[in-house]
């Protein structure tokens, strides 16, 4: 037993020791060998390896093999379910053309756009691609658009931002002008000989820089910094605040819709009542069907509801296709030629019919989880102890149970694993864009899941990782942690150069 003097004692020790660079583990092993005398080792804060964790998407999971991809079925897909898959594949997948053609079920691409299909961005099921060099358009990574609120003035509760006043909440860097097609001309002229033009173009430079770690090796770093040519329809606003957003990966998505709110609410701690420098908010967005507000999951900062909502809002933002929810062209009150082009809209009065969009909501939600590789490598199981003992767990919440579903019976009540906690982290200055997001601020992010994360290589090249794509390897996806994750990055640097392959090696392996 300890004197009040001693114990006094200890909670000072524990405080020195559990300064950022102590790892959480160590301080915790420490403190409790400090006052009990005993540390009882990993056991107590690694779980132990479960069997569930070779396949992370429960039932729906599938092998990698032959071709890696995260565009694959779920395994147990019904079979009475497989045409509807197919069916909406072909729609995320082939070219949206331009209004009006014989296949009326494809036309009504535009006027203005960023890509002609789904899997043009989310390549294969996986991420989009970002161009090394700064003379290459952007494509298939966009630009979200906003500027700041005045004082007093309210945000549209249905977009969550002020939109620029010209060129709305996302730039579209493509239209269905011929010139612009043959890239024959820039879209500013293209706009001047009153054609449809592409709002602009969009470049990145990269600025490079080395990280040296406490044992003396070094990574490279890179980060983009975003430059706007040939804008179509005049000045940007002098305020505007951009963020640039790479395509993430598809797979497992109707999981993740399946996992109950409150098991999200539980693991929220807006106030960081439990003093681990970690808190973890939850969005609130808009949700067009029942029209009000309600907590975001999806996106990049959580800022989508549900599944119907992510597409819906992709075929008319991204792709320029009317449907149900978003009715309406792409085109802003200051683009008169982009309003005047003839759109695809067939009898109910937009370009693509409900049954239709559920196809490719449904084949999104579909998609299988890869399954785990190389669980039982011990480098492998030796990343995994390290995982948690540096606490990446907090925030890449390893597991959960889906809720019923009447309607997705095969995706209900399965344990997955897709180690996010889907909740928002100020992530620090580094990784911010300066742009809100509903109630997201211009510092926070969604936790990204990482099963699939080690395969983004070798499903489409695109190795992009970080909202921005900005990380070409995990390894520099985790030096940028910042924010709420400051003591945990600190606790990855300060492990062996062995370690951190280890635990690389463990999170390539999810
Ligand atoms: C121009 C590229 C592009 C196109 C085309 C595109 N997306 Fe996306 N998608 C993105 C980006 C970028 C995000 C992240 C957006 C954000 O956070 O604001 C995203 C987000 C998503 C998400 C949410 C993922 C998550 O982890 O929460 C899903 C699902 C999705 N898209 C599906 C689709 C479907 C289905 C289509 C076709 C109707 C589509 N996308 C078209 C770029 C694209
Ligand atoms: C405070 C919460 C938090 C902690 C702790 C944390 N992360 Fe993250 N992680 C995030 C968020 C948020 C992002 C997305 C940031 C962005 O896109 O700018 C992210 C992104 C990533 C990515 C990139 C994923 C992708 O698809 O782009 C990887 C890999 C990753 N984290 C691994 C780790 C590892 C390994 C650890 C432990 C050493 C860790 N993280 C600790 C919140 C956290």
Redesign the pocket.
């Known amino acids: 037993m300890q004197n009040a003097e001693q114990r006094t004692d200890t909670v000072k020790k524990m405080q020195y020791l559990s300064k950022p660079g102590m790892s959480r583990f160590a301080a915790l092993c420490l403190s409790a060998f400090l006052l009990t005398g005993g540390c009882s080792g990993t056991a107590t804060d690694v779980p132990p390896p479960e069997d569930a964790e070779l396949l992370p998407g429960g039932a729906t999971t599938t092998s990698i093999l032959p071709f890696p991809a995260l565009d694959k079925m779920a395994d147990n897909l019904p079979a009475e379910l497989k045409a509807d898959f197919y069916a909406g594949r072909a729609?995320?997948e082939q070219p949206w053309v331009k209004a009006p053609t014989i296949t009326t079920a494809r036309d009504g691409l535009g006027p203005v756009?960023?890509?002609?299909?789904?899997?043009?961005?989310?390549i294969r099921g996986g991420k989009?691609r970002l161009p090394d060099d700064s003379n290459t358009p952007l494509?298939?990574?966009?630009l979200?658009l906003s500027i700041p609120a005045d004082k007093g003035q309210s945000v549209d509760e249905t977009l969550g931002v002020i939109p620029e006043p010209t060129y709305g909440d996302q730039l579209q860097t493509q239209s269905i002008a011929l010139a612009h097609q043959l890239r024959r001309d820039t879209p500013d002229n293209i706009a001047a000989q009153g054609d449809v033009a592409p709002e602009a173009y969009v470049y990145i430079e990269w600025e490079k820089s080395t990280f040296t770690y406490p044992d003396g090796q070094q990574a490279e770093l890179r980060q983009p910094s975003v430059d706007i040519r040939y804008p179509a329809y005049g000045a940007l606003h002098p305020h505007t605040l951009m963020?640039l957003?790479?395509?993430?990966?598809?797979h497992g998505?109707g999981l993740?819709e399946l996992i109950p709110q409150r098991d999200i609410n539980a693991l929220a701690d807006p106030d960081d009542s439990n003093h681990d420098g970690i808190s973890g908010r939850i969005n609130q967005v808009w949700d067009a069907v029942q029209q009000k507000s309600v907590p975001g999951?999806?996106?990049?900062?959580?800022?989508?509801p549900n599944?119907d909502m992510?597409?819906?809002s992709?075929?008319a933002n991204?792709?320029g296709?009317s449907n149900p929810l978003f009715p309406q062209q792409p085109c802003t009150d200051n683009q008169p030629a982009c309003a005047r082009q003839i759109n695809g809209n067939g009898e109910p009065g937009f370009e693509l019919p409900a049954a239709l969009?559920q196809l490719?909501?449904d084949?999104?939600r579909n998609l299988a989880v890869p399954e785990r590789r190389d669980a039982s490598d011990p480098q492998v199981h030796q990343g995994r102890t390290l995982f948690y003992q540096s606490g990446c767990q907090t925030c890449h919440q390893p597991s959960y149970t889906t809720g019923d579903s009447a309607e997705f019976p095969h995706l209900a009540n399965q344990k997955i694993w897709p180690y996010s906690d889907l909740l928002l982290h100020d992530m620090g200055a580094g990784l911010a864009d300066k742009r809100p997001?509903f109630l997201a601020s211009g510092s926070e992010w969604?936790t990204?899941?990482l099963w699939g994360a080690g395969l983004l290589g070798r499903v489409n090249g695109s190795n992009s990782y970080l909202?921005d794509g900005r990380a070409r390897s995990i390894e520099e996806a985790i030096l940028w942690h910042g924010g709420e994750a400051t003591a945990v990055r600190q606790n990855f640097i300060h492990l062996t150069k062995t370690e951190r392959q280890a635990l690389i090696k463990f999170v390539e392996s999810l």
């Open positions: 729609l995320a756009y960023n890509a002609r299909a789904c899997l043009a961005c989310h989009g494509f298939n990574v966009f979200r963020s957003r790479n395509a993430p990966a598809i998505m993740l999951r999806f996106g990049l900062k959580a800022n989508r599944m992510v597409v819906a992709a075929f991204d792709i296709i969009m490719v909501t084949f999104s997001d969604r990204p899941p909202h």
